[in-house]
């Protein structure tokens, strides 16, 4: 019986492990998982959502409090048109993260950083730019663009002296979207190094509609596999969402996968960023906990625990701290929904935004749970303790059993002393 082992990821020159860890937002994919992920061979991500809370917090800058103070006398009002991201302190906050993530990688593997579109932060090319280059400038292995089709993402930085070294991916959900890319790029004459397929059971956000219970990962990528061979194009394709177990992983890669992409069982590692009381909420989630809605202010569903102590949340919007999803022209579809529920509500303290929510300060908080539609499975990849609490797994444990199981199973942890 085959294992995922017997394949291997081919980047160039260069042959990994095919298994790539998910750039999970706000540092839920942290370096410390990406970096387990290189130095056992395969490719991990950083994400650079929300880059500037990420930096306050692992290496004592000031960012988010100093764009706080600037624009605080905006505070009280619906127009968000003059909250701006200063480009040099974006460039400083990436280049700090990557540059000490990169310092300390080992191993034969990769690190890429995830560029969410969907961060428009009221500049969206502006931004985008600055994210990518200082990326680049600081070293990082590649870029994987996702949350959105990035028609123009590449032109950004067809100018950047990494432009043809890195490895630059895109992540798609349907072959439509990836014939509009590579159209759009072709005058670059820069194709993606790989593609992620994700697929409608992935966590976060979904690159469908609420009918994404109609589509099928395993379709989709042989779909475009049978795409890529008809126009003899040679570009890896990283089947994504779902895949639960190394069995799993093999059936995509004799679909035509190149590697698999998976983020759900890294959840509940020690090395991922969520708290570990909320790592235990996962591995609590049942199946009819997990739910789709619509209440991220990008447009797009998103899959999480329906316990998620934002959902319904009437936070103030603090776009003068945060402000990530402020469209081009300053707006956000919450402040919009906020506004709507104050004025229904006058003199109350507390409101309920029941159709959007906050989505940067919830997520800075952890109080949105995305997760894989597979979470409730978590219980049965550990051990209980006496305490009811769940054992927490090692990355590595995690990464090795996609490696190297078969016949669908799944390794427990060895049992780990609980002190008295």
């Not at 061979?41 to 930096?55: F, L, P």
């Given at each position: 019986?085959?294992?995922?082992d017997?394949?291997?990821?081919?980047?160039?020159?260069?042959e990994?492990?095919?298994?790539m860890?998910?750039?999970m937002?706000v540092?839920?994919?942290?370096?410390?998982?990406a970096?387990?992920?290189?130095?056992?061979?395969?490719?991990?991500?950083?994400?650079?959502?929300?880059?500037?809370?990420?930096?306050?917090r692992?290496?004592?800058?000031?960012?988010?409090?100093?764009k706080?103070?600037?624009?605080?006398?905006n505070?009280?009002?619906?127009?968000?048109?003059?909250?701006?991201?200063?480009l040099?302190?974006?460039?400083?906050?990436?280049?700090?993260?990557?540059?000490?993530?990169?310092?300390?990688?080992?191993?034969?593997?990769?690190?890429?950083?995830?560029?969410?579109?969907?961060?428009t932060?009221?500049?969206?090319k502006?931004?985008?730019?600055?994210?990518?280059a200082?990326?680049?400038?600081?070293?990082?292995?590649?870029?994987t663009?996702?949350?959105g089709l990035h028609?123009?993402?590449?032109?950004l930085?067809?100018?950047?002296?990494?432009?043809?070294?890195?490895?630059?991916?895109i992540?798609?959900?349907?072959?439509?979207?990836?014939?509009?890319f590579?159209k759009?790029?072709?005058?670059?004459?820069?194709?993606?190094?790989?593609?992620?397929v994700?697929?409608p059971l992935?966590?976060?956000?979904?690159?469908?509609?609420?009918?994404w219970a109609?589509?099928?990962?395993?379709?989709?990528?042989?779909?475009i596999h049978a795409?890529?061979?008809?126009?003899?194009?040679?570009?890896?394709?990283i089947?994504?969402?779902?895949?639960?177990?190394?069995?799993?992983?093999?059936?995509?890669m004799e679909l035509?996968?190149?590697?698999?992409?998976?983020?759900?069982?890294?959840?509940?590692?020690?090395?991922?960023g969520?708290?570990?009381?909320?790592?235990?909420?996962?591995?609590?989630?049942?199946e009819?906990?997990?739910?789709?809605?619509?209440i991220?202010?990008t447009?797009?569903p998103m899959?999480?625990?329906?316990?998620?102590?934002g959902?319904?949340?009437?936070?103030?919007?603090?776009?003068?701290?945060?402000?990530?999803?402020?469209?081009?022209?300053?707006?956000?579809?919450?402040?919009?929904?906020?506004?709507?529920?104050?004025?229904?509500?006058p003199?109350?303290?507390?409101?309920?935004?029941p159709?959007k929510?906050?989505?940067?300060?919830?997520?800075?908080?952890f109080?949105?749970?995305?997760?894989?539609?597979?979470?409730?499975r978590?219980?049965d990849?550990?051990?209980?303790?006496?305490?009811?609490q769940?054992?927490?797994?090692?990355?590595?444990?995690?990464?090795?059993?996609?490696?190297?199981?078969?016949?669908?199973?799944?390794?427990?942890?060895?049992a780990?002393?609980?002190?008295?």
């Amino acid at each position: 019986m085959r294992r995922l082992d017997d394949f291997r990821l081919k980047m160039g020159k260069t042959e990994l492990v095919p298994i790539m860890i998910g750039g999970m937002g706000v540092d839920i994919s942290s370096s410390d998982l990406a970096l387990e992920a290189a130095r056992l061979g395969g490719v991990g991500h950083i994400s650079d959502a929300m880059i500037k809370t990420v930096t306050d917090r692992r290496y004592k800058t000031k960012f988010v409090k100093a764009k706080q103070a600037l624009y605080k006398l905006n505070v009280d009002s619906s127009d968000k048109s003059l909250v701006k991201f200063d480009l040099g302190d974006l460039a400083e906050a990436t280049r700090l993260h990557v540059e000490h993530t990169m310092a300390r990688k080992t191993g034969s593997g990769m690190v890429f950083i995830n560029c969410m579109e969907k961060l428009t932060m009221n500049g969206p090319k502006e931004t985008l730019k600055v994210r990518m280059a200082s990326a680049l400038d600081a070293g990082i292995d590649g870029i994987t663009l996702a949350a959105g089709l990035h028609l123009g993402s590449f032109a950004l930085i067809e100018d950047h002296p990494r432009f043809r070294d890195a490895k630059l991916g895109i992540i798609v959900s349907s072959l439509r979207a990836l014939q509009l890319f590579i159209k759009k790029n072709s005058r670059l004459n820069r194709l993606p190094d790989y593609v992620v397929v994700e697929g409608p059971l992935a966590g976060g956000h979904l690159g469908f509609g609420m009918d994404w219970a109609q589509y099928d990962l395993a379709t989709i990528v042989a779909e475009i596999h049978a795409w890529l061979q008809t126009e003899q194009l040679d570009i890896p394709l990283i089947p994504a969402g779902g895949i639960f177990t190394g069995s799993d992983a093999v059936r995509f890669m004799e679909l035509g996968g190149s590697a698999v992409q998976v983020a759900t069982r890294f959840t509940v590692t020690k090395e991922c960023g969520l708290p570990d009381d909320i790592k235990q909420e996962y591995f609590k989630a049942k199946e009819d906990d997990i739910e789709v809605n619509e209440i991220s202010p990008t447009g797009y569903p998103m899959r999480m625990i329906k316990s998620s102590p934002g959902i319904g949340d009437g936070i103030r919007p603090n776009c003068e701290a945060y402000g990530y999803l402020l469209d081009a022209n300053g707006k956000c579809a919450y402040i919009t929904s906020y506004n709507r529920e104050v004025l229904a509500h006058p003199g109350e303290k507390r409101i309920s935004v029941p159709d959007k929510t906050c989505l940067c300060t919830h997520m800075r908080n952890f109080e949105i749970w995305t997760c894989g539609q597979l979470t409730w499975r978590l219980k049965d990849t550990t051990l209980r303790n006496a305490d009811g609490q769940y054992q927490l797994l090692s990355a590595a444990h995690v990464f090795q059993d996609y490696q190297f199981s078969t016949d669908n199973q799944v390794a427990l942890p060895e049992a780990e002393a609980v002190p008295a």
